[in-house]
């Protein structure tokens, strides 16, 4: 199956969609109109750039311009999860860095290795878009489920500091907080789970439909990375959980109160 | 039995940037199965000299003893099973009251249907004979609530207890029944009491020594008694007419 390919004049039509919103702005004074401009040329610049980076990748087909393409990949993850965190206490980004390699790695291999089958593992076409989805998961999963720990336990240190004078570990003594902080990074890819299809048709599978692949085949590829995303976000949030104790703690089990932060 | 001991300890924080010793070259001695009341202005250290002897935090300087065992050498686990403490406000755990007060044991692995006779004895030790221990905790009066934060310490046998300000979030009538209950506590299981009060009254009711502290440092320790009696410094007899705060 043949699809349109778009034309760069085609697409200086498209721009129009721009001008558009910016007339929306302009009417109500929302003062939004540099914003769009400036964001149109970025994603223009960032998007093309990306292009031909993809387009060098999938020419050259060796395995270590995939793996560097990659680890820049994870460290922009780990970075943006990092910068989402309200306090930053000494650690985090290896706690973060950590806990979204693992989850992401894993969740990549078993879907690249295994269930896909892709030969050679590195083909770009499959482990970039697929290692993309999932690190932008586990990314939002690891942010959210540390920021909420942290923020209950500094609600809820009293509770916390009576758990540790009874004898309980750093662990013990937050196991609740853990328990909330691990619902609330898997709830956002449970919802997803329960809405896909009926809400909104998720980009892959709309590109590949787009891009002829029959309709039962995308929906196919869709539930695998629905699936895998849940299980990069639950791994993902487990690991940053656990680790995130010696954040908050010392090894002799008293708080770090300047870990904590006022909220 | 249970002798604690401070040993020139400093405690030194950070705040707003300076460092600032929040406990200044203290040494004080409790005798096992006595009450030492402690008592300062606000933001004196007393709240800090509590926590280092059940090392939710630990000195800059200085040893604290627990029979003559520097407590940091001493397993955190360990000590604070035999350490225990009240805090001003009861922080009950969201449960029942009988989960909050198995909560000590349960972290050892001991089965809580083992400890029923044991939840009733500290349930009568307390005053709240009547209570079923099936109820949710968040359901108590504040009383009742500090009540069961004292029990479910006892839960873990402890030889010392630690109490900071456990009557100030109290009304009067409510205060004076915990007073009492911290000596009925004393005398039945021996324990040895460290009771910080921002009430001079609530201290001399349970209290055998003061002790009084005044920006980290220790000003007088003495017989409670002598000390209402006619304290020895200038900064006593301020603190005993409430000047102060
Ligand atoms: N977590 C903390 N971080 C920074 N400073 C603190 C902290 N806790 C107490 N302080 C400071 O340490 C000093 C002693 O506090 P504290 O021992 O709680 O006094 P007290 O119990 O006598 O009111 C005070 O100046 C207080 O502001
Ligand atoms: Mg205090």
């Known amino acids: 199956m043949e699809y349109i390919s778009l034309s760069y004049t085609s697409l200086g039509i498209a721009v129009l969609f721009i001008v558009s919103a910016m007339a929306v702005s302009f009417r109500y004074r929302l003062g939004l109109e540099k914003d769009l401009a400036v964001g149109a040329v970025r994603a223009f610049v960032q998007l093309t750039a990306i292009g031909y980076v993809l387009q060098l990748l999938f020419v050259s087909e060796k395995w270590y311009y995939v793996a560097i393409m990659l680890a820049i990949m994870l460290a922009a993850a780990v970075k943006n999860a990092v910068a989402r965190q309200s306090v930053q206490p000494k650690g985090m980004f290896t706690t973060l860095g950590i806990s979204i390699f693992v989850g992401s790695a894993l969740t990549t291999a078993v879907v690249i290795g295994i269930i896909l089958r892709v030969k050679p593992w590195y083909s770009p076409r499959y482990l970039i878009p697929l290692a993309g989805s999932i690190l932008g998961n586990s990314m939002t999963g690891a942010a959210l489920a540390l920021n909420r720990l942290r923020s209950d336990i500094t609600h809820r240190k009293p509770e916390v500091e009576a758990a540790l004078a009874l004898g309980a570990t750093s662990r013990q003594a937050v196991m609740p ?7 609330s990074a ?6 997803s789970l329960m809405v896909v299809g009926i809400v909104h048709l998720p980009g892959m599978m709309a590109g590949q439909i787009i891009a002829g692949a029959y309709p039962v085949d995308a929906v196919k590829y869709q539930l695998m990375v629905v699936y895998m995303i849940a299980a990069a976000v639950a791994i993902t949030s487990m690991m ?3 680790l995130a104790t010696n954040l908050f703690f010392t090894p002799d089990h008293m708080l770090k109160i300047e870990a904590l932060g006022s909220t | 039995m249970a002798r604690i001991e401070f040993l020139s300890v ?7 940037g300076k460092m600032y010793n929040v406990l200044d070259d203290v040494s004080v001695a409790i005798e096992e199965g006595t009450i030492l009341a402690i008592g300062g202005p606000s933001g004196a250290g007393k709240s800090t000299m509590l926590r280092l002897v059940n090392r939710l935090e630990s000195a800059t300087s200085g040893n604290v003893l627990l029979d003559g065992v520097d407590v940091s050498t001493i397993d955190p686990i360990e000590l604070r099973r035999k350490v225990g403490m009240v805090f001003q406000l009861p922080s009950l755990f969201p449960l029942t009251i009988q989960e909050n007060l198995t909560y000590g044991p349960r972290l050892r692995g001991v089965d809580p249907s083992s400890l ?12 709240l004979p009547d209570l079923s221990p099936g109820r949710s905790a968040g359901e108590l009066s504040v009383g009742q609530q500090q009540r069961v934060a004292i029990a479910r310490t006892l839960m873990n046998e402890p030889e010392v207890l630690l109490m900071d300000e456990p009557t100030s979030a109290l009304d009067p009538t409510t205060s004076k029944s915990i007073l009492k209950l911290v000596c009925d506590i004393k005398s039945k299981y021996g324990i040895t009491v460290l009771f910080v009060s921002h009430s001079l009254e609530h201290s001399r009711l349970v209290g055998d020594r003061f002790l009084l502290i005044v920006d980290g440092k220790v000003i007088e320790e003495s017989d409670i008694e002598a000390f209402f009696r006619g304290p020895q410094t200038e900064l006593g007899r ?8």
């Open chain 2, 10 to 16: 400093t405690k030194t924080r950070s705040i707003d």
């Open chain 1, 240 to 242: 940053v959980v656990y």
């Open chain 1, 186 to 191: 898997m709830l956002p890819s449970i919802s």
């Open chain 2, 238 to 245: 301020k603190f005993l007419a409430g000047e102060l705060k």
């Open chain 2, 116 to 127: 029923e006779a044991k939840v009733r004895e500290v349930l009568d030790m307390v005053d």
């Open chain 1, 177 to 183: 907080m853990i328990r909330d902080a691990l619902k």
